[in-house]
């Protein structure tokens, strides 16, 4: 059965090239050209993924993203967005989107993001469909607290639940933050490199010059900071990322 993606895009001509595209790619498309049919159609008929711009004429994408999370609906969320400061693609991740591409696009950028996005969606109610794999090392690095969960650096998630908690208070996660944070907990102390992050949760190495890994790491660090406490994502400089408490 084709997934079914819903297109919301309020230029004539990139919504009817993007739909051609993916209708080429195999997917059963609904193209809209604005929030509000955006939102109708997704109420009447909710598709596997939505493909939102962030433009858009009365209700924009970011609009549509929020109501539909305010809903509890967690279908994955692709924005499409002219802006590229930090700011504005964290306001995206704010309000509930997944990924985002940054216009002019490669479709085949699209293909890849919708790829990884509906491949971590679970076919019934939303859950990864395939939960990154541990190695031996950092079996030892997370501590398994019961079926389901696991704990370091005083941070703890479920997994099934899809929450996750430093100490007692409860972090609001996107989906992407979600996995992010449960790969980098699983491998506690090991530095992971950016291609093995992107493999690991994109799917895809969007190249050196992407700053996809940087923006989604800084949103999951504010996330996670708390006054007084240590930092617990670092940085190694022309490697990657390692969660520790120092």
Not at 47 to 54: F, I, N, Q, R, W
Request: net charge negative.
């Amino acid at each position: 059965m084709p997934q079914n993606v819903l297109l919301a895009e309020d230029d004539r001509a990139i919504r009817h090239a993007l739909e051609r595209a993916l209708t080429l790619e195999g997917y059963a498309v609904t193209a809209v050209a604005d929030g509000v049919e955006a939102l109708a159609q997704a109420h009447r008929t909710p598709p596997d993924v939505l493909v939102l711009d962030v433009m858009m004429p009365g209700i924009d994408g970011l609009q549509v993203c929020r109501v539909l999370r305010a809903e509890g609906d967690r279908t994955p969320i692709l924005m499409l967005t002219a802006l590229v400061e930090t700011a504005d693609r964290i306001a995206g991740l704010d309000a509930g989107a997944d990924d985002y591409v940054v216009k002019p696009f490669d479709v085949e950028e699209v293909f890849a993001r919708l790829r990884a996005l509906l491949r971590r969606t679970g076919p019934v109610n939303g859950t990864p469909a395939d939960v990154p794999a541990a190695s031996p090392s950092a079996s030892a690095s997370a501590s398994k607290e019961s079926p389901g969960q696991i704990s370091a650096a005083g941070l703890r998630m479920d997994i099934q639940a899809r929450r996750a908690w430093r100490g007692q208070r409860e972090l609001e996660l996107t989906r992407t933050e979600f996995e992010l944070l449960e790969l980098l907990v699983r491998n506690a102390g090991i530095v992971l490199d950016h291609a093995t992050i992107y493999d690991r949760i994109w799917g895809y190495d969007f190249g050196p010059g992407s700053k996809n890994l940087a923006v989604y790491v800084g949103y999951l660090r504010r996330k996670l900071d708390e006054p007084g406490a240590p930092a617990l994502i670092h940085t190694v400089r022309g490697v990657g990322y390692v969660l520790r408490e120092d």
